[in-house]
């Protein structure tokens, strides 16, 4: 039996970065938390950013935000996982270095951008609805860091996965986060140390838990749970890790399995 339910959002539910969700997941979360499923939002974005995208039933869900390093619910943070400051700021040096790259550093429910290019900022306040601010230093102005991201499109995967993941991995939990972000947070971070918090305090197990990813930084989350699910369209290293592959957020996969298995 299914206590807790737990999914990325971009590149699963739905397109990366889209500012939207459709009816049928809100209305499939007001069945679930009927039956007292528990459900859990999980995403490499801010707090704030998902809160918005699941408004109308945000009090009914658990939020993992920034890859596990912001764990809130009904506006109580249940746990914050802060960057190392000197790590931090050997980061953020790098960051800049890399042309036509945008960066940005998040704390608990904001995200500083030193970019001054309209367009990017545009993407972040209309597409991904983060509350933001503008700063000169994120090293100065910011406080209580728990993630930095670099920004690259049409893709980033190549700088991460040559360059940055290599250079960090032994001191930083860093991972490709969809295809245009690279995320960096504490060592301890991660989606699926979050879901182990949560298990954890309900008391329940693997065998009890559904999950639904895409990418890397999902991987720890997919192994929390003997229901796992992959996205048809995630890398070959998520799928091994995953028990099922459903259906790409084109054809509403976990939509697709969760009204299949809850739907009356």
């Known amino acids: 039996m299914i206590k807790l339910i737990a999914t990325d959002v971009d590149g699963t539910l739905v397109k990366d970065a889209s500012p939207d969700i459709y009816p049928e997941i809100i209305e499939m979360v007001k069945e679930l938390r009927k039956r007292d499923i528990i459900v859990c939002i999980a995403s490499g ?3 704030s950013s998902i809160e918005k995208l699941f408004k109308e039933v945000k009090d009914d869900l658990i939020f993992i935000a920034d890859n596990g390093a912001h764990v809130k619910c009904r ?11 000197e790590y931090l700021d050997e980061l953020i040096k790098e960051l800049r270095t890399f042309e036509d790259c945008e960066m940005i ?13 309209p367009e990017f900022i545009n993407f972040i306040e209309t597409q991904y609805k983060c ?3 503008q700063v000169d230093d994120v090293l100065t102005e910011g406080s209580n860091i728990i993630k930095a991201s670099i920004f690259k499109r049409p893709s980033i995967r190549s700088i991460g ?16 986060a969809g295809e245009d972000w690279v995320d960096f947070m504490d060592k301890s971070v991660d989606k699926g140390n ?7 305090f ?3 197990s693997p065998d009890e838990t559904m999950v639904f990813g895409d990418n890397n930084n999902d991987i720890g989350m997919l192994k929390c749970a003997t ?3 992959a996205v048809e369209t995630a890398p070959d290293v998520v799928k091994d890790v995953a028990n099922h592959i459903c259906p790409s957020w084109k054809e509403k996969g976990v939509y697709q399995v969760l009204a299949a298995n809850f739907s009356e």
């Open 131 to 133: 509350d933001y601010k």
């Open 161 to 176: 996965d040559e360059i940055l993941i290599p250079e960090w991995k032994d001191r930083l939990k860093v991972t490709m």
């Open 45 to 47: 974005r801010q707090y």
């Open 105 to 117: 550093c998040e704390g608990p429910g904001i995200t500083y951008i030193e970019s001054e290019n």
């Open 194 to 200: 979050a879901l182990k918090f949560i298990q954890k």
């Open 227 to 229: 229901e796992s699910y």
């Open 202 to 204: 309900y008391g329940i």
């Open 75 to 85: 506006g109580k943070d249940l746990n914050i996982v802060n960057m190392n400051p």
